[in-house]
Structures are given as structure tokens and as C-alpha cells.
């Protein structure tokens, strides 16, 4: 007897619960909850999950994150998010979460494990750099198995690549999103590139660990990329033969499920009115088969470059969901 499998990826856009920030998260928990009872995910993986103090000189929590669980079926799924670099609590924004209907085998996050910070010296920076530094990531992957029956498990990371925005590069900034430079602009978008492509470089090595381990392994790499399905962070996670021009290396490829959705609806950002495809969910060879069905929830999705007097409580990001069927038994 086969059974079904919904993993979801949703971008929940700086979920807070901060009294000074507009739409208040009461207002957020009205549009986002029924989007998540939705979804209707077995495995939910979410993303800009942010955390809120305890009291003065103790750990974060995720108050909001609680808040918006709460009275969903969500509220009893096993869990795992990302922490500062300690391990005493999650970080103060961005949190990567993951919540399992089904058991959660073992979980970590890898924050330069694979990939050490390359050393960079501006060019551009004023007063001139002395000498090189450390360029890290902005933040960690979550990397979760989880039991899915029949004797096998499903390895889940969960993404979120650093925005094509330019990085700070010092004395070049006029102001929040303004520049003193054309050339401390280029060269602050160059490095924001790099840290994109190194963290989608640390998830594609250990994707390949994966493999190393179990060649059938199931993979899912899913959240916001940041980047088009032809952008060179999806390409690198992908490992397309195309792209490499062996097709004995096809057994490690990834495919991306949205596939499955046709081309007008195939999107989960809206952006001075284009339509982009920023979230992804790629799968293994040997999970790609068994999916069933995908939906992209982006009916009446908002620009996400409208003035801030037009933002409202939803996400500027639409939910992703495929719909897997699993055979009972391990072929």
C-alpha cells in the first residue's frame, strides 16, 4: 500500500512579533494561518522566521512562530531551526525552521563546515583596506532526516541564499540603500554574489555527501534561492549534465518539481510586475519519480516592490507544495 508525502517550502517574509512593526502579527496570523492549513504539509520547511527575547540577558524564542502554530495541526510537529553560532538560541532574524508530521532521525545546521569564508580585500572601501578579511555567509543551512516509512529516510535541507543585493563595503554607503559610488556599488553586489554561490556551494557538497553515503539516496533541497531556475546558485544545486557534460553524473542531478506546474503559473514572486521564480524545491532520482502533483500558491500574490504604505500582512512570497507517493516497502 503506497502513502502520500506533502513537503512544502513557504517564505514567511520577517515573520516578528515587534510592537513598533506594521501589519502587526495579529493582523500577519489572520492571512497566514489559512495559508498554511492549506498546504496541508506533511514536512514544512519555512524561512525568515525571526525570534523574539525572553527577558533581558536570556535566550530568543520563537514567540511568533508559536503564535502562528497555534491551533493548527502544525502546533504538534516535531522541530528543528537554526541557532547562533553557540547553539543557545535561534538567531534574532531569519531563523530556518523545519516541522515534521512524520519522526525527525537526527538534524544540523552547517554555517562554513564544507566551505571555509574566503579571505577578500575591498577595493573600494574608504579609507582603504589594510588587509583582507573573512567574507562569511549570512547565515546557515538546515539539514534534517526525517523517517518516512518503509525503512527509509528522506534527507531535507532547507535554504535561504543571501539576497542580490549589494553588501556593505565601508565608507561607500549614503544611506540606507543608498550609494556614495558607482564602484562601491559593483563591488558590493559582486561580494553579496560570491556569499550566494558559497552557500549554495556548501549545500551542493553536501548533497554530494549524501550520495557518497546512499547513491538512492532521498533528497530535497528546498526554500528561497534568491535566484531563477537558470541562475548560477539553482545551477550549481542542480548539477544538470548539461551543465557538466557527463551523463554518468546523472544519478547526482537535482530536478526541480516546479516543473510540474504550468508555465503561467510557474512563479512565486512578483517584482515591479515580472513574474520570478525565487523559491525551488529539487529532488533526487530516486524521489522525482514518486511525485504526484505540485502547486504554487501565488493566487493574488503581492509585488513585492510596491511603495511600504501598499505592504499587508501576506508574504511577498508564494508557497511551494509537491505531492509525493511513496511505496509502502523499500524497492
Not at 263 to 289: F, I, Q, T, W
Request: aromatic fraction near 4%; glycine fraction near 6%.
Amino acid at each position: 500500500m503506497a502513502r502520500t508525502l506533502r513537503i512544502a517550502t513557504f517564505n514567511l517574509e520577517n515573520l516578528d512579533d515587534r510592537p513598533d512593526r506594521e501589519p502587526s502579527l495579529a493582523a500577519r496570523l489572520r492571512v497566514l494561518q489559512p495559508r498554511l492549513r492549506r498546504l496541508a504539509a506533511d514536512v514544512l520547511c519555512l524561512q525568515e522566521v525571526n525570534a523574539q527575547p525572553s527577558h533581558r540577558h536570556g535566550p530568543r524564542r520563537l514567540d511568533a512562530l508559536d503564535a502562528l502554530l497555534r491551533g493548527t495541526p502544525y502546533e504538534t510537529h516535531a522541530r528543528v531551526a537554526t541557532t547562533d553560532a553557540a547553539g543557545k538560541g535561534p538567531l534574532d532574524v531569519h531563523n530556518l525552521v523545519i516541522l515534521s508530521r512524520l519522526p525527525i532521525r537526527a538534524s544540523r545546521q552547517l554555517h562554513h563546515d564544507l566551505v571555509p569564508p574566503p579571505s577578500y580585500r575591498p577595493v573600494t572601501a574608504d579609507p582603504p583596506a589594510e588587509a583582507a578579511s573573512a567574507l562569511t555567509w549570512d547565515r546557515p543551512l538546515l539539514h534534517a532526516e526525517i523517517d518516512v516509512g518503509g525503512g527509509r529516510s528522506l534527507h531535507l535541507l532547507n535554504l535561504h541564499l543571501r539576497a542580490p543585493r549589494a553588501a556593505f563595503i565601508p565608507g561607500q554607503k549614503a544611506g540606507a540603500g543608498a550609494w556614495k559610488s558607482v564602484p562601491g556599488w559593483a563591488e558590493g553586489f559582486f561580494l553579496a554574489a560570491v556569499k550566494r554561490a558559497g552557500q549554495a556551494l556548501e549545500a551542493r557538497l553536501l548533497v554530494d555527501r549524501l550520495f557518497d553515503a546512499e547513491p538512492r539516496a532521498l533528497i530535497a533541497v528546498c526554500g528561497d534561492f534568491n535566484a531563477g531556475s537558470r541562475e548560477m546558485p539553482t545551477r550549481l544545486l542542480r548539477a544538470d549534465t548539461r551543465d557538466i557534460g557527463d551523463e554518468r553524473l546523472a544519478t547526482r542531478a537535482l530536478a526541480p518539481v516546479e516543473g510540474m506546474v504550468a508555465e503561467a503559473r510557474r512563479y512565486s514572486v512578483l517584482h515591479r510586475g515580472h513574474k520570478e521564480m525565487l523559491d525551488h524545491l529539487l529532488v533526487s532520482p530516486a524521489l522525482l519519480p514518486w511525485c504526484r502533483r505540485v502547486v504554487i500558491d501565488n493566487e493574488g500574490l503581492g509585488d513585492e516592490a510596491a511603495p511600504a504604505a501598499e505592504l499587508g500582512p501576506e508574504s511577498f512570497h508564494a508557497p511551494i507544495v509537491a505531492e509525493f507517493v511513496l511505496p509502502e516497502d523499500d524497492d
